[in-house]
């Protein structure tokens, strides 16, 4: 398969790994079958080459190539590390010893919690919910910046539970109660959109309440599991055995 794609790019292949999560129904041995798309190609231009001939036969070749690109070297600056974060971290003079705490704290939970996962960015982390079988749109609960400024996704959350699989109006209200939760802890602001982590809501505001926030996190993807699990049971109860076709008439 790579030697006929390498043979004929002109056909603007595009591939998928597609995961068919299965679910046996109640009615007659029946299995009701859900496709997910869990990941998928995506085109990278790695360089662009322009050659300009003119009339006398001058020829000009030109190529650009834009480091944003290529996939090396985004990756390279995309992420930090455990290590590089902790140590940007501590270094930032806003993050008191109360604050270095809560976010150890807040790694050791998702180590020791397997519904929970961690996801490094440039300057900050993402802690998501394990919440379905597919790897991509988990729902990100939390992001934390190596200034100790965190911010909380609002519509992306409550978007990537209801595609996850749960219903609409479950999703809604453990958006709305988890919401409500960190506006409690943080105030209003850590909803909004904070360009790098300079300014909004810090761990510090925690104090003593840390214990609250890390309740809070687990308690709302056991009730994300749980949301799930029921949308699931009820579209197989609700589920209708298809009609079985006419016997055909004879004709005369």
Avoid at 53 to 73: F, I, K, N
């Amino acid at each position: 398969m790579t030697a006929f794609l390498q043979q004929t790019p002109h056909l603007h292949f595009s591939l998928a790994l597609i995961e068919l999560q299965t679910y046996r129904l109640p009615n007659e041995n029946e299995i009701l079958v859900a496709p997910v798309v869990v990941a998928r190609t995506q085109e990278v231009v790695r360089a662009v080459v322009r050659i300009d001939r003119t009339a006398g036969l001058h020829t000009s070749v030109q190529v650009s190539v834009s480091s944003e690109d290529l996939p090396g070297l985004r990756s390279q600056r995309s992420s930090l590390s455990r290590e590089d974060f902790l140590q940007r971290f501590r270094e930032n003079p806003r993050n008191d010893s109360f604050s270095v705490g809560h976010i150890e704290g807040l790694l050791q939970l998702c180590d020791e919690n397997p519904d929970l996962e961690i996801r490094w960015n440039v300057r900050s982390f993402a802690i998501l919910a394990r919440v379905g079988t597919p790897v991509t749109g988990l729902p990100s609960l939390l992001s934390v910046g190596d200034t100790g400024v965190v911010r909380f996704h609002d519509f992306s959350f409550r978007k990537n539970l209801h595609k996850r699989g749960i219903s609409l109006p479950q999703a809604e209200s453990i958006h709305r109660q988890y919401l409500a939760g960190l506006t409690r802890l943080f105030s209003e602001a850590v909803k909004e959109k904070v360009l790098y982590f300079d300014d909004g809501p810090h761990l510090s505001e925690l104090g003593v309440n840390y214990h609250v926030l890390e309740s809070l996190i687990v308690e709302t993807v056991r009730t994300g599991k749980e949301a799930l699990l029921a949308s699931v049971e009820w579209a197989a109860g609700s589920s209708v055995t298809p009609a079985r076709p006419s016997p055909a008439l004879d004709s005369h």
